[in-house]
């Protein structure tokens, strides 16, 4: 949610680090961590909420940095929720399953760290020395070389001292001992009229369903990558969005940051769009194997057009995928809730699409919302009902009235909304937006149903 680099709190003299004290749960430990505890090491804190994409965008980077520093380095996530349903532990401990999270992360789900440490943005990393003092910080996502060359200064003076513990941290890890499943947190679901073609997000795979659900093919060898190729080795890594053009399988390769295209025919994957570099703020457009993407999310095809959620600079892209060209269709980049012209308009993560005619929905998932764009030659942005950026929950009704929490997909039947209690699902009645709420049984967990 914080699109720049830039400093938390700045103070000339040592700041004593606040103790971890309110979180109420840890995960990835067998008990709760303390500073005190942890004299020695080098502590990197990670405040963050799991439907923040920038948050996402980082845990490659602290994967990294734990990767870099094995002995010297405890990275600590603080996860103080932005919205009500992600301050379930089970609910973050899913996500951790998800998102392969190794670190031990608190449930800060009263903000009572996060007040500690003066926090105001998501993502925020905070270096606490060995001695127990702040000395870094900062929001925003980006800027590992930064962390890397600080998090080495820091270990250098006081390995120099004698005062570096290398003693091994004891971790709970909560992805042992998980059962495989068929599918593991799959994302998006295309249905044609004899098969069901699902993202199935976690075993970085495509799998090809009868609408009975028999499983009849898959797509990639189920390792994370960015292979082409055929079937049993071209490689997702956490492949989402779908959409068919001709008889091949478009994909949104999410954390590759690619645009793929799957030829049953052939049996083969090829990479449409995208370099496999997340993009580091606003790109213009180009032949499209040459042009870096930033966390595609969805697709939607009209004719030889194919619309793209870009949730990472908050925009919807366009691709003519017949000349293999993209631009950027609709967006300024700033997140917030905006409408207007195509230019003008702002959209926080998008991460649905659905097309009618000359109108294409998006579900805005940041701003909890579900956004119209009416086509050429309008080219104009409208909210049709939800609420914003921080205006979320649970209500019926019309227009603004209407309360979502992190609308995450939309289609011809309606949206997903993920972290509604009891699994309820929202449906848009009409274009006018009457929205009516179904209570069934299913206890729906992060990831098991985005679509």
Same mark, same amino acid.
């Given at each position: 949610?914080?699109?720049?680099?830039?400093?938390?709190?700045?103070?000339?003299?040592?700041?004593?680090?606040?103790?971890?004290?309110?979180?109420?749960?840890?995960?990835?430990?067998?008990?709760?961590?303390?500073?005190?505890?942890?004299?020695?090491?080098?502590?990197?804190?990670?405040?963050?909420?799991?439907?923040?994409?920038?948050?996402?965008?980082?845990?490659?980077?602290?994967?990294?940095?734990?990767?870099?520093?094995?002995?010297?380095?405890?990275?600590?996530?603080?996860?103080?929720?932005?919205?009500?349903?992600?301050?379930?532990?089970?609910?973050?401990?899913?996500?951790?399953?998800?998102?392969?999270?190794?670190?031990?992360?608190?449930?800060?789900?009263?903000?009572?760290?996060?007040?500690?440490?003066?926090?105001?943005?998501?993502?925020?990393?905070?270096?606490?020395?060995?001695?127990?003092?702040?000395?870094?910080?900062?929001?925003?996502?980006?800027?590992?070389?930064?962390?890397?060359?600080?998090?080495?200064?820091?270990?250098?003076?006081?390995?120099?001292?004698?005062?570096?513990?290398?003693?091994?941290?004891?971790?709970?890890?909560?992805?042992?001992?998980?059962?495989?499943?068929?599918?593991?947190?799959?994302?998006?679901?295309?249905?044609?009229?004899?098969?069901?073609?699902?993202?199935?997000?976690?075993?970085?795979?495509?799998?090809?369903?009868?609408?009975?659900?028999?499983?009849?093919?898959?797509?990639?060898?189920?390792?994370?990558?960015?292979?082409?190729?055929?079937?049993?080795?071209?490689?997702?890594?956490?492949?989402?969005?779908?959409?068919?053009?001709?008889?091949?399988?478009?994909?949104?390769?999410?954390?590759?940051?690619?645009?793929?295209?799957?030829?049953?025919?052939?049996?083969?994957?090829?990479?449409?769009?995208?370099?496999?570099?997340?993009?580091?703020?606003?790109?213009?457009?180009?032949?499209?194997?040459?042009?870096?993407?930033?966390?595609?999310?969805?697709?939607?095809?009209?004719?030889?057009?194919?619309?793209?959620?870009?949730?990472?600079?908050?925009?919807?892209?366009?691709?003519?995928?017949?000349?293999?060209?993209?631009?950027?269709?609709?967006?300024?980049?700033?997140?917030?809730?905006?409408?207007?012209?195509?230019?003008?308009?702002?959209?926080?993560?998008?991460?649905?699409?659905?097309?009618?005619?000359?109108?294409?929905?998006?579900? +805005?998932?940041?701003?909890?919302?579900?956004?119209?764009?009416?086509?050429?030659?309008?080219?104009?942005?409208?909210?049709?009902?939800?609420?914003?950026?921080?205006?979320?929950?649970?209500? +019926?009704?019309?227009?603004?009235?209407?309360?979502?929490?992190?609308?995450?997909?939309?289609?011809?039947?309606?949206?997903?909304?993920?972290?509604?209690?009891?699994?309820?699902?929202?449906?848009?009645?009409?274009?006018?937006?009457?929205?009516?709420?179904?209570?069934?049984?299913?206890?729906?967990?992060?990831?098991?149903?985005?679509?």
């Amino acid at each position: 949610m914080a699109d720049e680099e830039r400093p938390v709190d700045e103070a000339t003299s040592p700041i004593r680090a606040p103790e971890l004290s309110g979180a109420v749960a840890w995960l990835n430990v067998p008990a709760p961590l303390s500073l005190k505890a942890l004299r020695g090491k080098v502590v990197l804190l990670d405040f963050w909420t799991y439907g923040c994409i920038n948050c996402i965008h980082i845990v490659p980077d602290l994967q990294k940095l734990e990767d870099r520093f094995p002995d010297e380095l405890v990275v600590i996530g603080v996860h103080a929720a932005k919205f009500t349903n992600e301050k379930a532990t089970e609910n973050i401990r899913q996500i951790i399953r998800r998102y392969g999270i190794r670190h031990p992360v608190a449930n800060d789900a009263e903000f009572r760290i996060w007040r500690a440490y003066t926090v105001r943005a998501w993502p925020s990393r905070v270096i606490i020395d060995p001695a127990g003092y702040v000395v870094g910080a900062a929001s925003g996502e980006g800027n590992y070389e930064g962390f890397e060359q600080a998090i080495a200064s820091v270990v250098s003076v006081f390995d120099e001292r004698g005062q570096i513990d290398r003693t091994p941290l004891a971790l709970t890890l909560e992805h042992e001992g998980v059962a495989e499943t068929p599918l593991m947190f799959p994302g998006k679901v295309l249905a044609t009229a004899d098969r069901l073609y699902v993202s199935d997000s976690n075993h970085h795979q495509i799998a090809v369903m009868s609408h009975d659900g028999a499983v009849l093919d898959r797509v990639g060898a189920g390792t994370a990558g960015r292979r082409d190729g055929d079937f049993a080795v071209a490689e997702f890594h956490v492949p989402q969005g779908l959409a068919m053009i001709d008889g091949r399988l478009w994909v949104a390769d999410t954390n590759n940051h690619l645009i793929r295209s799957v030829d049953f025919e052939r049996r083969t994957v090829t990479t449409e769009a995208g370099t496999g570099v997340q993009c580091t703020w606003r790109e213009d457009g180009g032949r499209a194997t040459t042009v870096a993407l930033n966390s595609p999310w969805d697709l939607a095809v009209n004719g030889s057009l194919l619309f793209i959620a870009m949730a990472g600079p908050h925009q919807i892209w366009m691709m003519e995928h017949t000349r293999g060209i993209l631009w950027p269709y609709a967006g300024s980049g700033q997140e917030a809730r905006l409408d207007g012209s195509i230019e003008s308009a702002a959209f926080a993560q998008p991460s649905g699409l659905a097309l009618d005619d000359s109108v294409l929905y998006v579900a +805005d998932a940041e701003s909890n919302i579900i956004r119209a764009i009416d086509l050429p030659p309008t080219n104009e942005v409208r909210t049709l009902a939800g609420g914003d950026l921080f205006e979320f929950g649970d209500e +019926d009704g019309k227009g603004d009235a209407v309360q979502y929490t992190s609308s995450m997909s939309c289609g011809d039947f309606g949206i997903s909304n993920l972290g509604l209690p009891q699994g309820e699902v929202r449906g848009l009645c009409d274009e006018r937006i009457q929205v009516a709420m179904l209570r069934h049984s299913l206890d729906l967990m992060p990831g098991e149903l985005e679509c």
